[in-house]
Antibody
Framework: QVQLVQSGAEVKKPGASVKVSCKAS????????ISWVRQAPGQGLEWMGW??????NYAQKLQGRVTMTTDTSTSTAYMELRGLRSDDTAVYYC?????????WGQGTLVTVSS | QSALTQPPSVSGSPGQSVTISCTGT?????????VSWYQQPPGTAPKLMIY???NRPSGVPDRFSGSKSGNTASLTISGLQAEDEADYYC??????????FGGGTKLTVL
């Protein structure tokens, strides 16, 4: 079955960077994009960007701090966020991106704390 | 890109129907049929319930239905069940080749 499995929880200090991975299985990885969505504690969903091969698009508010990449040899997508702040504390999800987002990974909690 | 507008909360008794609205603009909901709805019980990842305005993925009960008129999409849940209690989010593709979510609606089954 189609499945996305994400890397484990991270604790980072303000100003640091974090890189979250998302390994896809059960479908042709290059046929779909991967979107990244985050959810701060008690808050709603926030779309961060999508990546497909060498093409991508990021949410304007994250431009300059986020980079999304893929490794087609391992069917894995990556999301790197730099200059972490306390308000970046959130669960980060990846999702297969066609004309809708499905399925979703299990989520990766990133905590930013000094 | 501003978030789509959803009511913060809705409620209904078992067996009743509820409708959640999702209002966007002519740059997102009004221009694309790439409107989807996601269900998120506490502590879990979102689950796709409706895609492309009104289509149900395999396994989603036909109690869930979607529609769109102009810049507003709607999710209707009929025959409410206790297990439907969750947060619901709408999403739309936009003219900037991005996705935008609604703020979320908490459904309480009384």
């Amino acid at each position: 079955q189609v499945q996305l499995v994400q890397s484990g929880a991270e604790v980072k200090k303000p100003g640091a960077s974090v890189k979250v991975s998302c390994k896809a299985s059960g479908y042709s990885f290059t046929t779909y994009a991967i979107s990244w969505v985050r959810q701060a504690p008690g808050q709603g969903l926030e779309w961060m960007g999508w990546i497909s091969g060498n093409s991508g698009n990021y949410a304007q508010k994250l431009q300059g701090r986020v980079t999304m990449t893929t490794d087609t040899s391992t069917s894995t997508a990556y999301m790197e966020l730099r200059g972490l702040r306390s308000d970046d504390t959130a669960v980060y999800y990846c999702a297969r991106d066609g004309t809708y987002l499905d399925p979703w990974g299990q989520g990766t909690l990133v905590t930013v704390s000094s | 890109q501003s978030a789509l507008t959803q009511p913060p909360s809705v409620s209904g008794s078992p067996g009743q129907s509820v409708t959640i609205s999702c209002t966007g603009t002519s740059s997102d909901v009004g221009s694309y049929n790439r409107v989807s709805w996601y269900q998120q019980p506490p502590g879990t990842a979102p689950k796709l319930m409706i895609y492309e305005v009104s289509n149900r993925p395999s396994g989603v009960p036909d109690r869930f239905s979607g529609s769109k008129s102009g810049n507003t999409a709607s999710l209707t849940i009929s025959g409410l069940q206790a297990e439907d209690e969750a947060d619901y989010y709408c999403s739309s593709y936009t003219s900037s080749s991005t996705w935008v979510f609604g703020g979320g609606t908490k459904l309480t089954v009384l």
